[in-house]
């Protein structure tokens, strides 16, 4: 056991070896190593076998990690046995070895048998609802902020397997009852997972709305996890994992609906997390000032950040590049000027009204001074952004131009979705209103505990820091690490020399990097902004991407007629959370004479 606890550590470099069959788990897999990014080879078995064949015959161990389907077992074993060439040689030559997308068959299980001797699997499928997911606790540097954790899942039917071996370590990772998802297998240097649903999801697949990993947690997270311990050197790893909760609508007062300022700053002083108000800047001009010393006094764990313009309804669904960016400028205006007004900085960080955005919207946010956006919905209102299961995987969504998405969530997503996001290097953003504080602030105590018991650790901050701070880094074969950031104005640990790439869609609108405001060569590679830092000293540094200026573009204030609704409409909205929302019953009779929405 500390054995192995002592080899996750290891910094070894591995090139992936995906056996490629007709079967579509073979190219499924390629997208988990794209999210990953995991470089490898696609070869057929009769390919592999001739190109390792001196290695295998040698019975040398190879630094590579083979990927094999059921299937690919199967097609391979067959390829093997023509050639003369012994399955458990095969098996030998690799120290690392996922098999994925395992079906049940009598001759799939032999095979794996048969390449990995001293092994023996039997398998089961698991239809009783609702499944208990157990991961196990033993093995946190393999499962992150998975680990220890246990939840039900809405999965219909899950297959599973039993492993043992006769030599050698066998744990499983994830389990239902006495059943593993995942199984871990190590026989002196060389390690195996097995992870047994018979299908891993195909994250090319549209989405329109954040997954819910509790309804396909076996067709993912074996996946994940198996693939980031194999490949821990050389793929894609979070350099910090943040988090924070974001209230959604109040002004500063010291009392909004259920939502009592005072409790929710003692919150943050006792526990350390930190919270963040999304205001809305209409109310730039009413906050309370002792609401705004409590805020004040405990930044970053307790901060502003923009919500909507006049957060009408829909009101960043439209596709008028001109209106929008006049409404995103309004907005800062107003914030700027609220600044001013009482001292308190805040956020350029959008979290649109009713979670309902446009493309343009989202494209506008950079050329209007804003670090990103922050999102419960993930797709634009008319669906023109394809995005994919795959997208969602990524520490931001970058489908929206240069500008990029972080998503969050309800506490009633459960502990599972925030631990998957943060395993994934996605920071732990929560969504809530004033509604979530009946009956006192316990209950987001109880949640920011359950948060708080991830490992890694989370950092609490602000979500411009978040935001700017984000960042996944691997290594490449020549020893350098490249790190990968997701907003034009980054910060980045550089205690070494690096290689920094940022995903950039339209690289006419780039004007230049800079470095601590000194200048440096980039270029464009695939699809990336790319450039080098070699450091002077070890400590952070800045970077800043320029882009082309927009035309100037006119504030929106709206006409007479126009402010007026929006008071009225403004002005409900607090009657009802402050009023009518103390009693469910009038709550009720509240919003069906008045049909207002989300605040």
């Not at 550590?9 to 056996?19: E, F, H, N, T």
């Not at 590049?321 to 001013?340: I, S």
């Not at 994934?424 to 006192?440: N, S, T, Y």
């Not at 100037?552 to 009023?579: P, Q």
Request: proline fraction near 4%; charge should be positive; include cysteine.
């Amino acid at each position: 056991m500390n054995y192995f606890k002592t080899r996750t550590d290891s910094g070894m470099q591995r090139s992936a070896i995906v056996i490629r069959t007709s079967a579509q788990a073979d190219g499924r897999i390629g997208s988990f190593l794209d999210v990953l990014g995991i470089e490898r080879e696609m070869l057929t078995p009769a390919t592999f076998l001739s190109g390792y064949a001196p290695e295998i015959a040698a019975g040398r161990e190879t630094q590579g990690v083979l990927i094999i389907s059921g299937e690919g077992l199967r097609e391979l074993k067959s390829e093997a046995n023509q050639s003369q060439i012994s399955p458990a040689s095969i098996g030998r030559a690799f120290a690392g070895t996922l098999i994925h997308s395992l079906d049940s068959s009598p001759a799939c299980l032999r095979a794996v048998e048969d390449f990995f001797r001293g092994v023996k699997i039997s398998a089961q499928r698991l239809a009783s609802e609702p499944l208990r997911y157990r991961i196990s606790t033993s093995y946190p540097a393999i499962c992150g902020a998975l680990a220890g954790l246990t939840f039900e899942s809405s999965e219909s039917a899950v297959d599973s397997v039993n492993v043992g071996s006769g030599e050698g370590l066998v744990e499983r990772l994830i389990s239902i009852g006495e059943a593993g998802i995942l199984t871990y297998v190590c026989h002196g240097t060389q390690e195996l997972f097995v992870a047994s649903a018979s299908e891993i999801l195909d994250l090319q697949e549209s989405a329109s709305k954040n997954i819910d990993y509790r309804t396909c947690f076996s067709r993912v997270a074996p996946t994940l996890i198996a693939l980031r311990h194999l490949f821990r050197a050389s793929c894609w790893t979070p350099e910090a994992h943040y988090g924070n909760i974001i209230i959604d609508d109040p002004p500063l007062w010291q009392r909004y609906g259920h939502l009592k300022l005072r409790e929710l700053a003692d919150m943050v002083d006792q526990t350390g997390c930190a919270c963040t108000i999304a205001m809305i800047p209409w109310n730039y001009r009413r906050s309370n000032r002792d609401a705004v010393g409590l805020v004040a006094s405990r930044q970053p764990r307790l901060d502003v950040c923009i919500h909507g313009c006049n957060h009408t309804g829909a009101e960043f669904a439209c596709q008028d590049k001109e209106r929008l960016k006049g409404m995103l400028l309004t907005a800062r205006r107003r914030m700027d000027a609220h600044k001013r007004s009482t001292n308190l900085p805040h956020q350029p960080v959008m979290v649109f009204p009713q979670g309902v955005f446009s493309v343009e919207a989202m494209d506008c946010l950079r050329s209007t001074g804003y670090v990103a956006a922050v999102n419960t919905e993930v797709a634009d209102c008319r669906g023109q952004g394809n995005l994919t299961l795959q997208d969602l995987l990524q520490t931001a969504v970058l489908r929206y131009g240069g500008s990029p998405l972080f998503t969050r969530r309800r506490p009633a997503d459960g502990a599972i979705n925030f631990a998957v996001d943060s395993f994934l290097g996605k920071p732990c953003l929560v969504v809530l209103h004033h509604d979530f504080f009946r009956g006192g602030i316990k209950k987001l105590e109880e949640f920011v505990s359950t948060l708080a018991s991830f490992r890694p650790r989370l950092s609490w901050d602000n979500l411009e820091n978040i935001a700017t701070h984000s960042a996944v880094s691997r290594r490449e074969i020549t020893g350098r690490k490249t790190v990968r950031i997701f907003t034009d104005r980054a910060v980045i640990r550089a205690t070494e020399p690096l290689t920094i790439i940022k995903k950039e869609k339209d690289y006419t609108k780039v004007r230049g990097v800079k470095i601590d405001n000194e200048s440096v060569d980039f270029s464009f590679e695939d699809g990336f902004l790319r450039w080098n830092l070699e450091p002077k000293n070890g400590r952070s540094v800045s970077v800043n991407i320029a882009t082309v200026a927009d035309p100037d573009v006119r504030v929106t204030e709206g006409s007479l007629g126009d402010k007026a609704r929006i008071a009225l409409r403004r002005y409900l909205c607090e009657f009802r959370d402050n009023y009518p929302a103390q009693s469910e019953r009038l709550l009720r009779g509240f919003t069906g004479a008045l049909p207002l929405g989300k605040a």
